[in-house]
């Protein structure tokens, strides 16, 4: 039986075209890098010329917010007051309280799915948080607003308690339960990678299913599932139409959730709407708070990233 000898070097692709796609995807690896860039230059830009016009002592130290300036010169009014304290005191307390709902439903459900439910309830469960995490957060803002507020202001009455008609437990309750589908994915999939044969070990020693999630997978997973929550955290901070719909706009410095609060990202919200100069310290202060959120949530996802990583390393 005759072969007929293959040529492939007619076949073969040109080397300038391999040069070629390995640039194009280098330039769309570069994209996200060059963006991230871009905003952080202009933040630290725009936030330089906000500190010309108020002290940086006043604005990290500062406990009162109330930066309404003046629209023209010579108008009455024109100094306000740029402490951030109270934002953040706001944004650390919903977020907090988000975080007491969202960690304990969002880890509960992750066990559940990993080590008890079969596959026909895991089949229904996971494309419902699925649908949970897809749900505008405008849509989220309106439940807060519409029905959790007026209930627990309700139901606070009941008990002789002064609750404002905005609070920040009705923002961070409903806050919780939009994060409690990242809490779950994230913590499902550091169960999952815990090892098999840790499992099958404990249950060969006797231990009860029970038992064995609670010492041996728990533990095991408790670096990713740190790692998810510190996520979920950042997600939290950074939350805006919930807490702008739910909380108020008061900056308050204080510990009460009944209270009406406000947030760093509320406020530039607020502060970017209406007629102002660019160039004034009430515009200018967006970029401040900006910049601050953006060091605060990328700490926290660096180290998060760092846990993960850690994780990662000893059980993949």
């Given at each position: ?76 009014g024109a ?41 026909g309830a ?166 401040a708070l ?27």
């Open positions: 039986m005759a072969y007929e000898t293959l040529n492939l070097t007619k076949t073969a692709r040109p080397k300038w075209l391999d040069r070629v796609v390995v640039a194009l995807l280098a330039a769309a690896a570069s994209v996200a890098i060059l963006v991230t860039l871009g905003i952080v230059l202009s933040l630290i830009f725009e936030t330089l010329q906000f500190f010309k016009k108020i002290p940086l002592t006043d604005f990290l130290f500062g406990l009162d917010w109330s930066p309404q300036t003046a629209i023209r010169e010579g108008q009455i100094k306000g007051s740029f402490g951030v304290i109270p934002l953040i005191n706001g944004t650390l307390l919903v977020s907090a309280i988000a975080m007491l709902v969202a960690a304990p439903l969002g880890l509960a459900s992750a066990i559940y799915l990993s080590e008890y439910a079969g596959k895991r089949g229904w469960i996971k494309p419902a948080l699925e649908v949970l995490a897809g749900i505008p957060t405008v849509v989220y803002g309106f439940f807060a607003a519409l029905t959790v507020a007026p209930f627990i202001r309700m139901t606070g009455g009941q008990f002789g308690l002064e609750i404002a008609s905005e609070s920040a437990l009705a923002a961070g309750i409903v806050m919780g339960i939009m994060i409690v589908p990242l809490v779950s994915s994230l913590s499902d999939d550091a169960i999952n990678a815990v090892p098999q044969t840790l499992r099958d070990a404990s249950l060969g020693l006797g231990a009860t299913r029970s038992e064995t999630t609670r010492r041996i997978v728990l533990p095991a997973a408790l670096p990713g599932i740190s790692g998810a929550l510190l996520l979920a955290t950042s997600r939290a901070i950074g939350e805006t139409m919930i807490v702008l719909m739910a909380a108020g706009m008061a900056a308050k410095l204080t510990l009460n959730p009944l209270d009406a609060v406000t947030t760093i990202t509320v406020q530039i919200v607020t502060l970017l709407t209406g007629d102002q100069a660019f160039d004034s310290a009430k515009t200018l202060s967006t970029f900006g910049l601050l959120l953006f060091i605060l949530t990328l700490c926290l996802n660096v180290v998060a990233l760092k846990i993960v990583k850690k994780y990662r390393e000893h059980y993949d």
